[in-house]
């Protein structure tokens, strides 16, 4: 008999800014209260979050999607896709993917992409082509 995972999936509402800046700066980056709660309320971005048993945050995933010519249809990035250090390799990142995905089903996406940092490529990476996703062979540039 398998038991239940020991967290939950469930949306991102406002009072998960703390926690989610907590966890992008286990990674080295700076979030702020503003963003998470735009993010939150913006119609065409989604924040889900992976919640221990006492609802603590513990991970989370922030998915955009926009209509794309190239593509005919609406397609969806995965900006961020985070999972704190101690509830790393206990299919919380698994999980939190596989959401990702059924929402971009329902919303109809010709092309999911994932936005990996080259610096997270060590665990990133591998993780993403485990879960079946290929390299896309894009150059991103920034301004």
Do not use: Y
């Not at 038991?3 to 286990?26: H, N």
């Not at 996406?109 to 060590?122: D, F, I």
């Amino acid at each position: 008999m398998s038991q239940a995972p020991a967290f939950k999936i469930r949306p991102g509402r406002r009072g998960d800014s703390e926690p989610v800046k907590a966890l992008l700066a286990e990674l080295g980056f700076q979030g702020d209260s503003a963003t998470v709660t735009w993010i939150v309320s913006h119609p065409e971005m989604e924040l889900m979050v992976a919640a221990d048993g006492f609802d603590k945050v513990i991970g989370f995933v922030a998915l955009s999607h926009r209509p794309n010519l190239r593509h005919g249809g609406r397609i969806a990035t995965i900006d961020e896709l985070v999972v704190g250090k101690a509830w790393r390799r206990k299919g919380v990142g698994r999980e939190l993917l596989k959401r990702a995905l059924e929402r971009a089903k329902v919303l109809g996406v010709k092309r999911l992409e994932v936005q990996s940092l080259e610096a997270n490529g060590e665990e990133g990476a591998p993780f993403l082509k485990a879960c079946g996703m290929a390299e896309a062979g894009l150059h991103v540039f920034k301004l």
